[in-house]
């Protein structure tokens, strides 16, 4: 069994910076893809962005390229994102999620509050 814990959410200005961060815990851990997506209140979970674990190839949703970054640390079995210049739409609880193949996300963390005020 996976386990995947976020941390690192909070309030931050409009304009500012947050990391957050994402711990997987478990059995040997070789997924084929990590990343993130985000739940705004009244609105569907979507994708934000993720990372393919091996090849470091990522993919972004439109609505964060140029300001969300992602990385992940091998030896730690770490996923980071990296926001910037955040704005009020970004706020949401965001999820890290892990996929151990191409085609589904199969593991999911319970989420990080982040909060950003105009």
């Known amino acids: 069994q996976v386990q995947l814990v976020e941390s690192g959410g909070g309030l931050v200005q409009a304009g500012g910076s947050l990391r957050l961060s994402c711990a997987a815990s478990g059995r040997i851990f070789r997924p084929y893809t990590m990343g993130w997506f985000r739940q705004a209140p009244g609105k569907e979970r979507e994708f934000v962005i993720r990372i393919v674990w091996s090849g470091g190839w990522t993919y972004y949703s439109d609505s964060v390229k140029g300001r969300f970054t992602i990385s992940r640390d091998f030896a730690k079995n770490m996923v980071y994102l990296q926001m910037n210049g955040l704005k009020p739409e970004d706020t949401a609880v965001y999820y890290c999620?892990?996929?151990?193949?191409?085609?589904?996300?199969?593991?999911w963390g319970r989420g990080t509050q982040v909060t950003v005020s105009s």
């Open positions: 999620a892990a996929g151990m193949n191409s085609d589904s996300w199969d593991y």
